[in-house]
């Protein structure tokens, strides 16, 4: 199975139904008809390609460690994260992987174009990675996220020991984890998100603001530094240096990895091929995918790791191409977001040495396996070995197209080029060994009886253990703690469960579909902070960077954010009645005292009479004791009437404050079913548009249905027109009968018919 292309389209076909296929049909490799042609034959081929119960295609996105500044630690998930090695750079991070930073170590790593930027002593895990959904673990330590876009479905996630926060918009953002003290406090610096604690406890947080947090209940705590840290500064100088990146105009910035291509390599047009990067500085007889190892990395197998500080995206998107003496690289049209491949080669092998899946290295009588590879050209379509869809393997080949030119059968570029292309051992292949110091030269004679790998059982399959390469133990090592330390996490759609260790929870979120990856356009403003949250503080530096735009809050949110709004509502309700209980309570009790006997009212109130205005008994009759009491009940009553006031004033405070809630309330709903609304809309308009579509491919299927018939109805004429020429041809051989002086002769006896003129 491969894709074939037409166009910028792919479709998968295997190789023997496209040998079929007429010479006339292939002759029209970019027309509409042989789209909807193998279009039919897709769902067959694919069949037998893609087995029933096979694991869904790998994700297209991955996070790259692109600097580390120090000992920084990484531990695999392939051994439940027990294992710490020193953290090689360029290898691709995926669900369940773990990073630790030493003393005195920072690190970087990008996500897509967020950029996540790791303090000293500072524990990461990645919970979950794929193309919606990324969840990180902080358990301990400072760590700074640079988030330059959200896509429509897309989550971005960081979950600590106290609570969870989930970002809806673009923007920048701090957290620090202080496990000793059990406070987590998260800074804003500009966008917005979402906290959530246990128990549903819910907090919106807006640009320019930061708060503290202890325990799993969002409780505040005392603020954090009100100064920029060095730790600050560092991330700014970073921001800014990938804000001024050149190579940016070229490639999406959600390609991995071009962030480095600025400082090793310079971008030039070249007329065949666009847009071209080459590198400055490279070894004598290097070419792509020589200095380096291959790493077995779950689920896509056999993975390139360039020992190159820029060697990432060249070696896992686009193309390489050989431009006179030197190699270029060659991004192509990338997509906005680009589909991780893990190493954009084609595998050769032979017959040689018994073994049917790999060429042999050395010589003598029994030369030892080896594999051999070289890069794809610009045009050449990548073929996994892995299990993926047909649709996987069109999104990760949908920029090869150059000048219209796709290669679509065996004969690759590279394949017959002793310089192009790179051998090494199986032991060496399977090890992890680099690859310097283990090369092995090929001859033309051997790279001419060497095949192209197609099936994926021909490749080496996965080491075990003893096989796997020996690494180093890592400098740093995270506390025994940090790696039991639970975190909160927000409630998601399967679950709101609890996550443990990374080595002992490593959910993997459902894919959708990738036509979802459109980029948001709507603005819809983050939902005011409740009336019982603390107050803000202000933020500890200004943003860095200018606004982005606002994004659209995900459904999910919004429909948790509803219980909790009603709750506040009911627990306002219910502070408001028993408000009013406590008003009528102290009225009853004054209208008691109002009722009492006509004597104790006077020695209460000495200026109240039964009928006079002067009082009953004298004031200086009265004793200093009596006095003292008389002023006191008077203050009291003072203190009671100025009480009631208070509370009357804030019932009215309340109910102004209700009445506010209820109105963004309904401006919320509002708001949420009006973008429901533009969304089942859009819905309709996308399902018109789509049914509009198939109706004109049916027309144009019958249109060419009809050409092909005619030319069939054509091809048969001619063919009975060829048919007759041999009989045409018999008749002018016939002999004509004799003449005599340019006449006929006629038989004796036979009589002469004069004909008239």
């Not at 200095?291 to 896509?300: K, Q």
């Not at 100025?642 to 102004?656: F, H, K, Y």
């Not at 249109?703 to 018999?730: C, F, I, L, V, W």
Request: net charge positive; proline share 8%.
């Amino acid at each position: 199975m491969i894709p074939f292309f037409a166009g910028s389209t792919t479709l998968p076909i295997s190789f023997r139904s496209f040998a079929q296929l007429p010479a006339r049909v292939l002759a029209r490799t970019t027309a509409l008809p042989l789209l909807l042609l193998l279009t039919l034959l897709q769902s067959a081929t694919a069949q037998q390609s893609y087995p029933q119960g096979a694991p869904l295609d790998p994700p297209g996105s991955v996070a790259r460690l692109n600097l580390a500044e120090g000992a920084v630690s990484f531990a695999p998930s392939e051994d439940n994260g027990g294992t710490w090695t020193p953290a090689v750079l360029n290898r691709p991070l995926t669900s369940g992987d773990r990073l630790w930073t030493g003393r005195r170590a920072r690190s970087e790593l990008h996500v897509g174009s967020t950029a996540v930027r790791m303090s000293e002593q500072t524990s990461l895990d990645f919970l979950a990675l794929d193309d919606n959904l990324t969840q990180l673990r902080l358990a301990q330590g400072s760590a700074q996220l640079r988030v330059r876009t959200l896509f429509e479905g897309q989550r971005l996630e960081v979950d600590t020991p106290n609570l969870a926060f989930v970002i809806s918009e673009p923007g920048d953002y701090r957290l620090d984890v202080n496990p000793d003290s059990d406070i987590t406090r998260v800074v804003t610096l500009s966008g917005g998100g979402v906290l959530y604690g246990d128990n549903g406890a819910v907090l919106n947080r807006g640009s320019q603001q930061q708060g503290s947090f202890g325990g799993r209940q969002l409780t505040p705590a005392a603020p954090g530094a009100a100064v920029q840290d060095s730790f600050d500064a560092w991330a700014a100088a970073r921001d800014r240096r990938e804000d001024q990146s050149v190579s940016a105009r070229y490639v999406p910035r959600e390609t991995i990895g071009y962030q480095q291509l600025d400082s090793y390599g310079d971008w030039q047009q070249d007329p065949g091929y666009g847009a071209v990067w080459l590198p400055r500085a490279v070894p004598v007889n290097w070419a792509p995918y020589r200095v380096g190892h291959w790493s077995w990395i779950a689920p896509w197998g056999w993975t390139w790791v360039d020992d190159a500080p820029w060697g990432f995206a060249p070696f896992h998107y686009g193309r390489w191409a050989q431009i006179g003496p030197r190699w270029a690289w060659v991004p192509g049209r990338l997509p906005t977001r680009p589909v991780y491949a893990p190493a954009l080669v084609a595998f050769v092998g032979g017959s040689s040495g018994g073994v049917n899946w790999n060429i042999s290295i050395g010589a003598g009588s029994a030369p030892s396996p080896g594999v051999g590879w070289f890069p794809l050209a610009p045009g050449e379509a990548f073929r996994p070995a892995y299990f993926a869809s047909p649709r996987y393997i069109t999104q990760v080949n949908n920029n090869i197209v150059v000048n219209n030119t796709v290669n679509i059968s065996n004969n690759y570029r590279y394949q017959r080029q002793p310089a192009a292309v790179t051998a090494v051992s199986r032991d060496a292949f399977v090890r992890g060994r680099p690859m310097q110091g283990n090369l092995h030269a090929l001859s033309a004679a051997n790279l001419g009886q060497a095949q192209v790998l197609i099936e994926r059982g021909e490749m080496p399959q996965r080491p075990d253990v003893r096989e796997r390469p020996s690494v180093a133990p890592a400098a740093a090592l995270p506390p025994a703690a940090v790696a039991l330390q639970p975190v909160v996490r927000s409630p998601l759609e399967h679950g709101d469960e609890r996550l443990g260790t990374a080595g002992q929870n490593n959910p993997r979120a459902a894919r959708t579909d990738s036509n979802d990856r459109t980029r948001r356009t709507q603005a819809v403003p983050a939902m005011p902070p409740p009336a019982s949250s603390a107050a803000m503080a202000p933020a500890v530096r200004p943003s860095t960077v200018s606004a982005p735009e606002r994004s659209n809050v995900e459904t999910g949110q919004r429909n948790q954010r509803e219980p909790q709004l009603q709750q506040q509502q009911q627990q306002l309700q219910r502070d408001q009645a028993r408000q009013q209980t406590d008003s009528t309570r102290q009225q009853e009790t004054q209208v008691r005292q109002d009722a009492a006997p006509q004597p104790q009212r006077d020695l209460r109130d000495p200026t109240r009479g039964t009928g006079s205005a002067a009082p009953l008994v004298s004031p200086d009759a009265l004793s200093a004791a009596e006095r003292s009491s008389i002023n006191q009940t008077q203050q009291a009553r003072q203190q009671l009437q100025r009480d009631q006031q208070r509370q009357q004033a804030e019932q009215g405070r309340q109910q102004e404050r209700q009445r506010r809630q209820a109105e963004e309330a309904q401006g919320q709903r509002d708001r949420r079913e009006q973008a429901q609304k533009q969304q089942k809309q859009t819905h309709q308009q996308d399902a018109q548009r789509r049914q509009l579509e198939a109706q004109q491919a049916r027309q144009q299927l019958q249109r060419d249905q009809q050409r092909q018939q005619a030319e069939q109805g054509h091809q048969q004429q001619q063919q009975q027109q060829d048919s007759r020429k041999p009989q045409a041809q018999e008749r002018h051989k016939t002999p004509l009968p004799d003449t005599v002086n340019g006449r006929v002769a006629r038989p004796e006896g036979e009589a002469i018919r004069h004909r008239e003129p």
